[in-house]
């Protein structure tokens, strides 16, 4: 034990130790740049997707509803809307086509301004339909006062 304990503090001795990675330096510099990129790009990864089944709109949705996204013009409305929301959806003609529309989800991230946003409602089925073929011209919103 004793002689390993010699060869270890003579293997180790601040001289020693400089001179192995100075033969090595190269090798010392590449890891340590592989690990620099790594842990950059380990940083940056956006955070994993979760599927629209897993998130909280297919519990919001009562058994007589559905979810439909709807688009909205001017997307600086969607910023005033919160999830639990009763709206009014107009069209272009001024005559709401959906009333008492539940909102789900709001958009959580873009990528600048733009002039229209994509928020999930939950309205009656038939609703669903008429706005579904209502096209995709975009819609204003009324906003219900809660009860």
């Known amino acids: 034990m004793g002689e390993l304990l010699a060869k ?3 293997d180790l001795a601040p001289g020693q130790v400089r001179r192995g990675l100075g033969r ?7 890891i ?4 620099g990129v790594l842990m950059i790009v380990t940083a940056l990864r956006p ?14 949705v009562q058994p ?17 809307l919160e999830p639990g929301m009763t709206i009014d959806i107009v069209a272009d003609s001024n ?9 789900l989800r709001l958009p ?15 309205v009656p089925e038939a609703s669903g339909m008429r706005l579904a073929s ?8 009324i906003i219900r006062p809660t009860m």
Do not use: D, H, K, N
Not at 32 to 35: I, K, S, T, V, Y
Not at 134 to 141: C, E, P, Q, Y
């Open 134 to 141: 209502a096209g995709s011209g975009g819609f204003g919103v």
């Open 24 to 30: 090595r330096r190269r090798l010392v510099s590449a």
């Open 108 to 122: 959580t991230s873009g990528f600048g301004p733009t002039s229209e946003a994509v928020v999930v409602v939950a």
């Open 95 to 103: 005559t709401p086509i959906v009333r008492e529309a539940r909102v």
């Open 47 to 60: 955070a994993p997707a979760v599927p629209v089944a897993e998130q909280s709109v297919a519990i919001a």
């Open 32 to 35: 340590l740049a592989g690990l």
């Open 64 to 80: 007589s509803e559905v979810a439909v996204p709807i688009t909205i013009r001017p997307a600086a409305i969607a910023s005033t």
């Open 8 to 10: 270890v503090r003579r």
